[in-house]
Each structure stands twice: as structure tokens, then as C-alpha cells.
């Protein structure tokens, strides 16, 4: 069965400090993975995916199949970055996402 | 110009009665889904549709109608309400594609049963 598993409920930082948001998954197929975030009272929206490889908002996310996770860092965080943050599995072949349980940032002037 | 657009945002209604959410893409999306957040925050899916047809349905119970009229809409019936389907409904959008598919999500709709 597909499983996304991130620790931390909620992970709180100083602006400035590093972020890594733990994403563990389980499945047994090739893993497309993702990063969405919901800002408060916003909708979710995708902030990257592992294929792109890319810098979003200063975030990076690199797939480690060896470890089977795909953590979400960012170097110094701003205090716009606190929001509710998703890690998420597409199921190959089925048209559906995996939601890890959401790990809440909070970020502190 | 909303790309996912869900009505009513809130909805507050008794025990037994049944309600329906709206959902409608203008992304030109073939496949459109219900997704459900609880309490805890949890996301799960609910329904998907490809080209109005179901393709999901992740053992939600009976008394949950999803009815999709054309690609563009889809949208989600609740018979006999109970206190615990009191949950935020989030409907999303995507192309039917095998690979590195982004979802589009609307700004969900927050059911309370009293």
C-alpha cells in the first residue's frame, strides 16, 4: 500500500533559522513525489515536484529513493513561509495523490 | 478568472439533512476529484472523474453522491448529514496523464453538522 509520512506536526523556526520538513513514503512502484502548501485561509496550491528539481521560493526537495524520502529544506526562513505543507505521492496509473498528514511551519520574527 | 471554484464556502446545516457541494474548472481539466480534510488536517481522497466518468472511489459511504454533468463540474451530494462528516471538501483538477500531473485545488468548503 502507498503511505506518505511526515513526523512533524508542527515545526517551529526563528526567521533566518534552516527549514527541513521530513516526507517518508512507502510504495512499491516508481515514486512521483510533491510539496503543496496551504496557506492560511488559501487554497492548496503545488509548490514543487521531484522531477522538476527546482527552486521554489528558496525551497528545494531531493528524492532519495536509497531512503525513501523527499525532504523539504530552504536554507533561511522568512516569516511568510508559515503556512501547512503536504507531502504527496501520485499513485502511477491512478489518478490520484497520497497526502502525508501535513506538517504545520511556523515562523517567529 | 478562479481556476477551481467551489460553492458554498460554508455550510453550516442539522443532523440527517443533505446538502450538496458545487465544483467547477475553467482549466480545460479532464479529471476532477473530491478530496477531504478533517479535523486533524488530514487530506484524503474521496471520488475521481475522468471525462465524467468515476474512476476513484475510495470506500466513502454510500450516503456520498458525486455527480459530474460535464468535464467541467463535479459536484458532491451528502445524504442523511452526520455530526462526523464535519470536515473541509476540497475539490481539485488535473489533465488525465500518466506522469508528473499537477492538481488544482479550489479554496474548499467547510461543512459543519450540528
Known amino acids: 500500500a502507498q503511505r506518505v509520512t511526515q513526523p512533524e506536526k508542527l515545526l517551529s523556526v526563528f526567521k533566518g533559522a534552516p527549514v527541513e520538513l521530513k516526507c517518508n513514503y512507502s510504495y512499491s512502484g516508481s515514486p512521483e513525489l510533491f510539496w503543496y502548501v496551504q496557506y492560511s485561509r488559501q487554497r492548496l496550491q503545488l509548490l514543487l515536484r521531484?522531477?522538476s528539481r527546482e527552486s521554489i521560493k528558496g525551497f528545494t526537495a531531493d528524492l532519495n529513493k536509497g531512503e525513501t524520502s523527499f525532504h523539504l529544506k530552504k536554507p533561511f526562513a522568512q516569516e511568510e513561509d508559515s503556512a501547512m505543507y503536504y507531502c504527496?505521492?501520485?499513485?502511477?496509473?491512478?489518478?490520484?495523490?497520497?497526502f502525508g498528514t501535513g506538517t504545520r511551519l511556523l515562523v517567529s520574527p | 478568472d478562479t481556476a477551481v471554484s467551489q460553492t458554498p464556502k460554508y455550510l453550516v446545516t442539522q443532523m440527517g439533512n443533505d446538502k450538496s457541494i458545487k465544483c467547477e474548472q475553467n482549466l480545460g481539466h479532464d479529471t476532477m476529484y473530491w478530496y477531504k480534510q478533517d479535523s486533524k488536517k488530514f487530506l484524503k481522497i474521496m471520488f475521481s472523474?475522468?471525462?465524467?466518468?468515476?474512476?476513484i472511489n475510495e470506500t466513502v459511504p454510500n450516503r456520498f453522491s458525486p455527480k459530474s454533468p460535464d468535464k467541467a463540474h463535479l459536484n458532491l451530494h451528502i445524504n442523511s448529514l452526520e455530526l462526523g462528516d464535519s470536515a473541509v471538501y476540497f475539490c481539485?483538477?488535473?489533465?488525465?496523464?500518466?506522469?508528473?500531473?499537477?492538481?488544482?485545488f479550489g479554496q474548499g468548503t467547510r461543512l459543519t453538522v450540528v
Open positions: 521531484h522531477i
Open positions: 481539485a483538477s488535473s489533465h488525465y496523464s500518466p506522469s508528473n500531473t499537477e492538481a488544482f
Open positions: 472523474y475522468n471525462n465524467k466518468e468515476l474512476i
Open positions: 504527496a505521492l501520485r499513485v502511477t496509473g491512478f489518478q490520484k495523490l497520497v
